[in-house]
């Protein structure tokens, strides 16, 4: 399934997996890429346009996704500082800035151009602000539950704050309770087996560290203006698709994004929860395959 790649001059390793991830379960090579001090684990599947998938919880929820699509595009993922099989950051240095250079490097790394950024959950700002620096690299946008503003109001600050706590933290590594909850058919797990659990579980509890850390970055970080500036700038005319679950947008983003992007294509999982692409990922992957086609080709087709 994985593409040859030619790794001479782009400062990419081979990534031994760990025993906890088996290649039944994540059936892609791994590789690592130095950012700073720091080391960030990627895979690149298949051949054709670009598709960069970033998420702040770790790459595993992209698999079935990705499986379906890297027969016509060229599909990669990496994950966050600290999340997954990115190397160990301290919880100082979990932040929405440390995030972005991870992805801004990744797209020098390996000389992206013509990109696609997937994004969900956390990892929308800082990859918008990844596009905001480049926007030159990239052609269309696909949000699936994320944002991409300075959070507001009581409701959306407050989950932030709840979530970004020492207490919450805490809870969290000691009980493993949220990994164990997002595994569930609530979750990601609505089709995974029970090795496919096993892994999603293990990968999120090894990252719980500094997850909640970067969520607490994410109420008050300063990328904020970065993004707003590249978002109503040089990105405000990409095309842009929304992905959201029906039972999964209590803070009403969708709209947001239509009010940014009025052009913007919007679909709704049916009965889909925070993640869209574990639910439906069928149709998730026919939707963007679609869109793809229907607005990114075409915007550049008139471009040139």
């Excluded at 130095?34 to 698999?63: A, C, E, H, K």
């Excluded at 496919?196 to 909640?212: D, I, N, Q, W």
């Excluded at 009965?271 to 869109?291: I, L, Q, S, T, Y």
């Amino acid at each position: 399934m994985n593409s040859v790649r030619r790794l001479s001059g782009t400062g990419l390793k081979s990534f031994e997996r760990p025993a906890w991830l088996p290649a039944k379960v994540w059936p892609f090579d791994l590789w690592s890429v130095q950012v700073d001090d720091l080391q960030v684990t990627i895979t690149d599947i298949g051949r054709g346009p670009t598709l960069v998938f970033y998420t702040g919880i770790g790459s595993f929820v992209w698999r079935d996704v990705m499986v379906q699509l890297s027969g016509s595009f060229r599909c990669i993922t990496l994950d966050p500082p600290g999340i997954g099989l990115s190397g160990p950051i301290s919880p100082s240095e979990a932040t929405l800035r440390r995030s972005a250079a991870a992805v801004t490097a990744v797209m020098r790394a390996l000389e992206l151009t013509d990109v696609t950024l997937v994004v969900h959950d956390s990892g929308g700002p800082p990859a918008l602000a990844a596009a905001a620096r480049r926007p030159d690299r990239i052609r269309g946008i696909v949000g699936v539950n994320t944002f991409g503003w300075r959070p507001s109001g009581t409701a959306f600050r407050g989950m932030l704050a709840l979530m970004g706590s020492r207490f919450i933290r805490r809870f969290s590594i000691s009980t493993g309770a949220l990994a164990s909850l997002t595994a569930t058919t609530f979750g990601a797990g609505r089709h995974l087996d029970a090795a496919g659990r096993e892994a999603y579980r293990t990968g999120f509890r090894k990252s719980m560290t500094v997850f909640h850390d970067y969520l607490r970055d994410a109420r008050d970080s300063d990328l904020y203006d970065e993004i707003a500036a590249g978002l109503e700038g040089p990105l405000k005319h990409l095309p842009l698709l929304t992905i959201f679950g029906e039972r999964n947008d209590p803070l009403h983003f969708q709209p947001r994004w239509k009010a940014l992007f009025p052009a913007a294509r919007q679909i709704v999982i049916p009965k889909g929860n925070h993640f869209p692409m574990c639910d439906a990922p069928d149709v998730v992957a026919d939707e963007v395959g679609r869109w793809h086609r229907e607005c990114v080709l075409r915007a550049q087709e008139h471009r040139s």
